[in-house]
């Protein structure tokens, strides 16, 4: 008999995301002087889409202070130096010279939606009006032999200079059979080894694409996996969460622009900028985890007063993600600010690992980085017996000072 604890302790992820945010001014100076002559190459280049990103954003109400704070807080998103904003601010303008070849899997198109669902988009949503899009299987209008003419004609035409992005798991299973694509039948993943063949860069969006994400959960049937399970000798970016948040997608695509370089990966291949934080150092919750204040079932005090939800099962101390930071739904909320814990969306495996109302610590599971080992029980537990010794001494404290206080008044 298999032990499913010992399996689970197996694929959980170990390798933390540490970051370093300050890398010297020799190096910032360095990469400022590389982006410059990289945007003024880029702006020698014929635009491979006619069409003005200020008129754009000025179209949806957003004015040329507006963009500036916006590029000002990409700087800082993509952690680099202030003296990088106007940098940014030309990059995005230039995004139309990079072109973008975008399919789709086994998925289902929930990072495409995560765009296009946008009410009031934000500069992160318009973006990618100015894109390049070459090809992309849900937002085309061509079908059939005329979408097939349409990939063969930007993948030669671009050969070596597009960047694919690539939405959904690769099933593998019965020879590939439970997913093909295009008049001839070609499998997933002999058509993500042949699009990625001439690519400059691949980015993975969406966890089932980066990790296999819910098509991979047990038992597998299809034989799902991701991305870096197929694709090798090229580099890789793999931006997970379900869906991914355009933020970090936009990001991507701006940092390749900026420099013509992929940015600082983790041991996931995840970006930095957007995976180096831990969901639980930076939720709006964690002075209640210190407290020892916990939602003990939905609709309890506690769950009224917004209080922490590791409990109820949330995996925000094993996941990393900058969702906690930039939000969703232009910025205005997040899982776990509408009350419900986070499922670890952006770690692999997540389906089988995380996505249950148990807290981690009843698995027996250690944290990648340390984090909460003991049981959330324990650790209230600790607390008020700290506070319990704190009242005991302030109340011998007073005791005494108040029999010194009597005695005194007794000598006189």
């Known amino acids: 008999m298999v ?5 689970v302790k197996k694929v959980f992820t170990t390798n933390s995301a540490r970051i370093n945010t300050n890398k010297g001014d020799a190096y910032y100076n360095s990469l400022f002087e590389k982006a410059k002559s990289r945007l003024a190459a880029l702006r020698k280049q014929p635009a491979l889409k006619d069409i003005d ?39 995005t303008e230039l995004m139309n010279r990079v072109p973008v070849v975008w399919i789709e899997l086994q998925d289902c198109a929930g990072n495409s939606e995560a ?13 990618f009006d100015v894109l390049s899009l070459e090809y992309h299987h849900t937002l085309q209008a061509a079908s059939g032999h005329q979408a097939e003419h ?32 295009g008049p001839g039948g070609e499998t997933f993943e002999d058509n993500l080894k042949r699009l990625s063949k001439d690519a400059a ?26 991305v870096m399970d197929i694709v090798k000798g090229k580099p890789i970016i793999n931006i997970p969460a379900c869906p991914a948040n355009p933020a970090n997608m936009v990001g991507v695509v701006l940092h390749y622009v ?54 109820m099962g949330c995996k925000g101390p094993m996941t990393f993600n900058n969702c906690s930071i930039i939000r969703y739904n232009e910025g205005a909320n997040w899982p776990i600010g509408v009350g419900r814990g986070c499922i670890g969306c952006s770690e692999p495996d ?5 996505a249950y109302e148990r807290p981690m610590a009843d698995a027996n599971i250690k944290a990648p980085t340390g984090g909460v080992e003991k049981t959330v029980d324990e650790f209230g537990l600790g607390l008020l017996t700290a506070t319990s010794i704190g009242i ?20 006189e």
């Not at 916006?70 to 990088?84: C, D, K, Q, R, V």
């Not at 983790?266 to 995976?275: I, T």
């Not at 709006?284 to 409990?311: P, S, T």
Request: charged fraction near 20%; hydrophobic fraction near 40%.
């Open 201 to 226: 860069a691949v980015v993975a969006v969406g966890t089932c694409a980066t990790f296999g994400g819910i098509p991979a959960a047990a038992p597998n049937p299809t034989g799902a996996v991701g």
């Open 150 to 181: 349409q990939l063969e004609d930007a993948i030669h035409t671009f050969k070596g200079k597009y960047l694919l992005f690539v939405e959904g798991a690769i099933p593998k299973a019965m020879n590939g059979q439970y997913g093909t694509i």
């Open 350 to 354: 997540f389906w089988d690992k995380y």
């Open 258 to 311: 900026l420099t013509g370089q992929i940015p600082e990966l983790d041991s996931l291949l995840r970006p930095k900028f957007a995976f180096g934080y831990r969901i639980h150092d930076n939720c709006e919750r964690r002075a209640h985890f210190d407290a020892g204040e916990y939602v003990e079932e939905w609709g309890d005090d506690g769950a009224k007063n917004n209080w922490c939800l590791y409990k």
């Open 115 to 127: 765009i296009l669902r946008s009410a009031t988009p934000t500069v992160d949503d318009l973006l």
């Open 53 to 91: 990103l200020m008129e754009v954003v000025e179209s949806e109400g957003v004015n040329r202070r507006d963009f500036m704070k916006w590029a000002s807080a990409t700087t800082a998103t993509l952690m680099l130096p202030p003296m990088f904003t106007p940098l940014v601010a030309q990059a």
């Open 3 to 7: 032990d499913s604890q010992e399996m």
């Open 392 to 411: 005991g001494v302030h109340a011998v404290a007073s005791a005494v000072a108040g029999k010194r206080t009597v005695h005194s008044e007794d000598e």
